[in-house]
Nanobody
Framework: VQLQASGGGLVQAGGSLRLSCAAS????????MGWFRQAPGKEREFVAR????????YYADSVKGRFTISRDNAKNTVYLQMNSLKPEDTAVYYC?????????????????WGQGTQVTVSS
């Protein structure tokens, strides 16, 4: 499975970005998908997760109410709409696929990873 993340960039605080992650080489609709981020000098942290059929969505407290994860199984793509961005949201954002049905926010439990896309929020 290959994951290709895109949509990052430089935005001012309060602005918005929409990240996309396109999957290929696997059965996208059978995977739960997650977004993670990693700031310089920090560990990779969970951002959001969406189940295979999008019937269950979970967010980190730090992004709840500002970020929205969604997926289009027909396009093999997962999205992360980020609104009201803050400087502390600056990080490399990664999408990841989890082939397990067991809920997890731990990076090591995810099986496939995209290459990451940089998001920089200026104050």
């Amino acid at each position: 499975v290959q994951l290709q993340a895109s949509g990052g960039g430089l935005v001012q605080a309060g602005g918005s970005l929409r990240l996309s992650c396109a999957a290929s080489g696997g059965t996208f609709s059978s995977y739960a998908m997650g977004w993670f981020r990693q700031a310089p000098g920090k560990e990779r942290e969970f951002v959001a997760r969406i189940r295979r059929s999008a019937d269950s969505i979970y967010y980190a407290d730090s992004v709840k109410g500002r970020f929205t994860i969604s997926r289009d199984n027909a396009k093999n793509t997962v999205y992360l709409q980020m609104n009201s961005l803050k400087p502390e949201d600056t990080a490399v954002y990664y999408c990841a696929a989890d082939t397990s049905v067991i809920f997890s926010v731990t990076p090591s439990r995810y099986d496939y990873w995209g290459q990451g896309t940089q998001v920089t929020v200026s104050s």
